[in-house]
């Protein structure tokens, strides 16, 4: 694979902090530390972008620029220089240089010349399907990628749709387990008594109802991953049971007189505070210890305003085949209205909010009022109905994805179908008496 950037120089140091850098920007690069390496590393897998000192052993960085400009005419070379000499600076221009990058030089610069000579790249997801192009995510993903490979718990804590449930996916998917199970179970969904059959299992007989026996989630998940999602939700005697599970490497499966040995690689979320929680005495200090060995937050999405365009763009690309329109893209009123929005629903508010914009939007182009959010700004350029002329389309658009069904149409919009049957009704009732004023 050829990578977007060679960086070039003999300061181990240096190099791994241009490393990270580029990387940050989602680029890839390669490192050498001399002119000699470069030459032998553009000649076996090419690069779109070489960044080297001018300061090399062996040979200087311009006379690699005059070679690279001899013997790989296409490729730009960026000049790296701590000393601001005039000279240095003409001599590297007039022999070819793109640019000149000057020590100590910023984030933003760097940046600057890596879009503009390489392009910006579109961002694509990662394994587990996140999206971005947030400094912080990117690096969140780096330390996330390396911590894969080990078996410690993980706890990830954020705001309810940040994305946690994708993080511990990306984590399985990375790790040696990935082609084990991944078992999700959702603590907030099931009362006490359910959670632990549901996550230890139980034995034929063991209570009433109980006909046969049932494997849990941590025995489903042997030698893979169990992701226990909103942990915090979980009582107090429930926690100490799978303290123990956690610290014995078994469970006590309902109804059964033996312990069950289980190898489970641990993810647990929360959208709480843990520590205040043990301080209210709703969680185990011990426990919290026990799953917190790695511990990642995810920043909601309002901290990471240059991932909204990135994402709402994902989600018309992934939505846009569940709509028979045409290809949908945003406007840069839209985006600027997604911009301007809080998002407290945060990621899952975000893709929400783009399928009914597809939904509510029978051209090419989004609109802000097609997004419907509180910040809706409508241009008086264009044709727009009341909020509940936009209502009245986004019924009849999905009564028409699904065939007409009443049923499937209520829960696709979150309504009940009564909701549907009386505006259908008055929207009848409205298109006659616009017939009869038409008539009068």
Known sequence: MTPDVLVVDDDPMVRRTLLELIREYGYEAVAVASAEHALESLARSGARLVLTDIRLPGSSG???????????????VVMITGHGSVEVAVEAMQSGAEDLLEKPFGMARLGEILDRLLGTRAPSASPGGIVTEDPHMRRLLQTAARVARSTAPILIQGESGTGKELLAHEIHLRSRRRDKPF?????????????????FGHERGAFTGAIARRLGKFEAAHEGTLLLDEVSETSLPFQAKLLRALQEGEL??????????????????????????????????????????????????????????????HFVEKHRSSTDG???ELSEAALDTLRSYSWPGNVRELESCIRRALLLCPDR???????????DCVSPALEVGTRSEVERRLIFATLERVGGNRNRAAEALGVSVRTIRNRLRQYREEGTMAMAARTA
């Open 365 to 375: 182009v989004l609109q802000p009022f097609h997004l419907q959010l509180e910040t």
């Open 62 to 76: 311009i006379n690699l620029l005059r070679d690279i400009r001899a013997r790989h005419a296409g490729t730009p």
């Open 326 to 328: 045409p290809g949908r």
């Open 252 to 313: 006590d499966r309902i109804g059964r007189d033996r312990p069950v040995r289980v190898d489970v690689r641990v993810i647990a979320t929360t959208n709480q505070d843990l520590r205040e929680a043990i301080q209210a005495g709703r969680f185990r200090q011990d426990l919290f210890f026990r799953l917190n060995v790695i511990s990642f937050r995810l920043p909601p999405l309002r901290e990471r305003p240059q991932d909204i365009p990135c994402l709402a763009r």
């Open 183 to 199: 078992v999700a179970l959702n603590c907030a969904a099931l009362p006490d008594s359910l959670l632990e059959s549901e996550l």
